[in-house]
C-alpha cells in the first residue's frame, strides 16, 4: 500500500488524482451532513401532522 502511494506522489497526475479525491469526499460529508439535518426537520415536521391528524 506504501509503495503505490509513493508511485502516486511522484507523477503529478497521481497527486491530482488524490487531491480530487479529497474533494470529493469533502462534498460527500457535507452531504451527508445536510441530508441528516433536512431528514430531521422533515420528521418533526411530520410528526406534527401526525399529531394534528
Known amino acids: ?3 503505490i502511494f ?15 479525491t479529497l474533494i470529493a469526499s ?9 441530508m441528516r439535518t433536512v431528514g430531521t426537520k ?4 411530520l410528526s406534527n401532522v401526525a399529531n394534528a391528524m
Not at 509513493?6 to 487531491?19: N, V
Not at 422533515?42 to 415536521?45: I, K, S
Open 6 to 20: 509513493r508511485r502516486l506522489m511522484k507523477h503529478e497526475g497521481g497527486a491530482t488524482a488524490i487531491e480530487y
Open 1 to 3: 500500500m506504501l509503495s
Open 26 to 34: 469533502l462534498i460527500a460529508v457535507a452531504a451527508i451532513v445536510a
Open 42 to 45: 422533515v420528521n418533526g415536521v
